[in-house]
């Protein structure tokens, strides 16, 4: 049987708790704050089978994504310097646009598709997302997909 390997990107607060915990627990192993498997399960409060069951499902959107490529659609106001401002984000992260295309505003609001390059000194993508997304002006930001 062909194992499935669709990817989807979810925000935290639609993950199953038990996956969440699963993360803390890789978390607390690479970090070797815990000496087991067993340790780290009993500090999240999961069982090491489930554990076992989830490791190689579950990661932080930042993991393994160095040398990577994302593309994502940001809707905007058509606002002086909003797009200089997102633009400043990503140069703060030390990331590089491979592409990048804005629609033409209609009623004041515009679509913006980034193709981003994750480089080795990138800082963590997921906060260079969160800062995007909270900046004023900025109604949402999709993440369309990780290559």
């Given at each position: 049987?062909?194992?499935?390997n ?21 978390r ?6 815990v000496a ?15 554990f ?20 994502m ?14 633009l ?46 909270e ?6 930001v ?6």
């Amino acid at each position: 049987m062909a194992e499935n390997n669709k990817f989807y990107v979810l925000k935290e607060k639609a993950v199953p708790e038990v996956l969440l915990k699963v993360v803390e627990a890789k978390r607390l192993l690479e970090s070797g704050r815990v000496a087991s498997v067993q340790e780290a399960a009993e500090k999240v409060d999961i069982s090491r089978s489930s554990f076992y069951k989830y490791k190689d499902d579950i990661f932080p959107f930042h993991d393994n994504v160095k040398g990577k490529t994302i593309t994502m659609v940001i809707q905007l106001d058509d606002e002086p310097g909003l797009l200089s401002a997102v633009l400043g984000i990503v140069a703060k992260f030390h990331a590089n646009i491979l592409t990048i295309h804005q629609s033409i505003p209609v009623n004041g609001i515009a679509s913006l598709t980034l193709s981003i390059d994750i480089l080795p000194e990138t800082g963590d993508p997921a906060l260079m997302v969160d800062a995007i997304d909270e900046t004023e002006g900025i109604h949402y930001v999709k993440i369309l997909s990780r290559e």
